[in-house]
């Protein structure tokens, strides 16, 4: 499936703002820079060591998951787009 961009923008505001509100509170110290994948329709996450294996898990328990990965404490893990070079 092709997403467009507002599609994709719409899924990681969603990702973040469920990570702001709910889920940031419940990790500790001893997560941080842990990776996160988030159901940005349930709110729903797994927390792990790779992205790899937060998305499968998240993905077995829920098949439709419209999936944000991202570290918690940290910067996003994946950027989407590209800043073109300035000369």
Do not use: W
């Not at 505001?13 to 889920?23: H, L, N, Q, S």
């Not at 419209?66 to 070079?85: A, E, K, N, Q």
């Amino acid at each position: 499936m092709v997403r467009s961009q507002s599609e994709i923008k719409a899924t990681v505001e969603r990702g973040e703002a469920i990570y702001d509100a709910v889920i940031k509170d419940q990790l500790n110290d001893d997560q941080m820079g842990l990776f996160l994948a988030i159901d940005t329709k349930t709110g729903e996450y797994e927390v792990g060591d790779s992205s790899m294996e937060v998305t499968d898990a998240l993905h077995a328990r829920l098949t439709d998951a419209d999936v944000y990965v991202m570290r918690h404490g940290r910067m996003p893990t994946l950027t989407i787009g590209f800043s073109p070079l300035s000369e």
